[in-house]
């Protein structure tokens, strides 16, 4: 049971908009900035977006993401099919001390 | 180029002892936190342990306290997790991370390729 939770699963077609969302509480989302992190098929993961909705240097103005309270969201538009992926939320905890992650959302491009 | 590069990973019985190596390269090195970051097979990423730069803070997740030791050796720009009384559900990959600042709070901004452990007997 991870302490942000995120939807398993979600899709879309190529070119349409999809949304993944983080929730969390006032001890982790609530305070502190959310990152999101990309994970291909096989591959270690990859910075996607940090301080809630900035993107790294390289990083496809297609992803962006948002804070509202305890809650999160990362949006993909234009969606293409290399963006099949594990997509993670993550947030410090000032109640547990230490980095907490969402169980992941798997994207599928259909 | 930031790089890490982690070694050590292993079958080891239960009960036993590992430890994993990050070699770390392109930054300074004692300057940033540096974390350990696990996914078993199958399932998401999980936090483990996390320790900062310069004052050297060290930070783990309740189900490794007390097992894990996390240290670095800025000298040989090594970070390093040593995993004693392993459990089969310590089985997982395991990554080494990079924070952006000297915070373990900060983000993650690199990661290594991972290294895989098994506890199995």
């Known amino acids: 049971q991870s302490v942000l939770t995120q939807p398993p699963s979600a899709s879309g077609t190529p070119g349409q908009r999809v949304t993944v969302s983080c929730s969390g509480s006032?001890?982790?989302?609530?305070?502190?900035?959310v990152n999101w992190y990309q994970q291909l098929p096989g591959t270690a993961p990859k910075l996607l977006i940090y301080?809630?909705?900035q993107r790294p240097s390289g990083v496809s103005d297609r992803f962006s993401g948002s804070k509202s309270g305890t809650s999160a969201s990362l949006a993909i538009s234009g969606l293409q099919s290399e963006d099949e992926a594990d997509y993670y939320c993550?947030?410090?905890?000032?109640?547990?001390?230490?980095?907490?992650f969402g169980g992941g959302t798997k994207l599928t491009v259909l | 180029e930031v790089q890490v590069l982690e070694s050590g990973g292993g079958l080891v019985q239960p009960g036993g002892s590992l430890r994993l190596s990050c070699a770390a390269s392109?930054?300074?090195?004692?300057?940033?936190?540096m974390n350990w970051v696990r996914q078993a097979p199958g399932k998401g990423l999980e936090w483990v342990s996390g320790?900062?730069?310069?004052?050297?803070?060290?930070y783990y997740t309740d189900s490794v306290r007390g097992r894990f030791t996390i240290s670095r050796d800025s000298s040989k720009n090594t970070l390093y997790l040593q995993m004693n009384s392993l459990r089969v559900e310590d089985t997982a990959v395991y990554y080494c991370?990079?924070?952006?600042?000297?915070?373990?709070?900060?983000?993650?901004?690199?990661w290594g390729q991972g290294t895989l452990v098994t506890v199995s007997s």
């Open positions: 991370a990079k924070s952006h600042y000297y915070d373990v709070s900060a983000y993650v901004d690199y």
């Open positions: 392109g930054f300074a090195f004692s300057t940033y936190a």
């Open positions: 320790i900062s730069g310069s004052s050297g803070n060290t």
């Open positions: 006032s001890s982790n989302i609530g305070t502190n900035t």
């Open positions: 301080s809630n909705n």
């Open positions: 993550a947030a410090w905890d000032d109640s547990l001390n230490g980095v907490v």
